[in-house]
């Protein structure tokens, strides 16, 4: 049995059309776009890996989201922004929901702003994880990664 593995990603999405356009993905339609990002995430994702969502998963509703979360692998956080693009189906209550993964596990609805601290490099990596990219987070100036979404590559990187 092989070591679970962490990822992040961000911005997938779902059966948002205009986003093929915005973000110039090479798809002709949103069901081809979320075809590839389902066998993508699932040749890189075993069952036992922790994937952080960190927003944006999709502007449709709760029928969508649990399709996908159904055909997608790992154990699924998603960080929970009922304001933005996830606000049709994202439950208000932080925690296990009752969307299941592939794999047969709860996707569990993350607080907004998240600060974690995960094995690297011999040490522990404290890394602080928004959907928006933020000017200021805690130990910015100690070391702390900050992961964020929403800019789709257009945000400037930041000193820190």
């Not at 154990?75 to 439950?91: M, S």
Request: net charge positive; aromatic share 12%; glycine share 10%.
């Amino acid at each position: 049995m092989r070591n679970s593995k962490t990822y992040f990603t961000s911005d997938t999405h779902v059966g948002h059309t205009n986003i093929i356009r915005y973000c110039q993905r090479p798809f002709a339609n949103a069901a081809e776009m979320d075809t590839a990002l389902i066998e993508n995430w699932n040749a890189r994702v075993g069952d036992q890996d922790v994937v952080y969502h960190l927003g944006d998963f999709t502007l449709e509703g709760h029928e969508t989201a649990r399709r996908m979360f159904a055909r997608l692998r790992g154990r699924i956080g998603v960080l929970g922004y009922p304001w933005h693009h996830d606000r049709g189906w994202v439950p208000a209550a932080f925690g296990p929901s009752r969307f299941v993964s592939a794999s047969g596990q709860l996707v569990e609805i993350l607080p907004p702003l998240l600060t974690i601290k995960l094995p690297y490099q011999g040490r522990r990596q404290a890394i602080a994880m928004c959907h928006f990219p933020l000017a200021e987070w805690d130990h910015r100036f100690g070391g702390t990664w900050h992961l964020h979404g929403h800019s789709h590559g257009r945000h400037p990187p930041t000193a820190g």
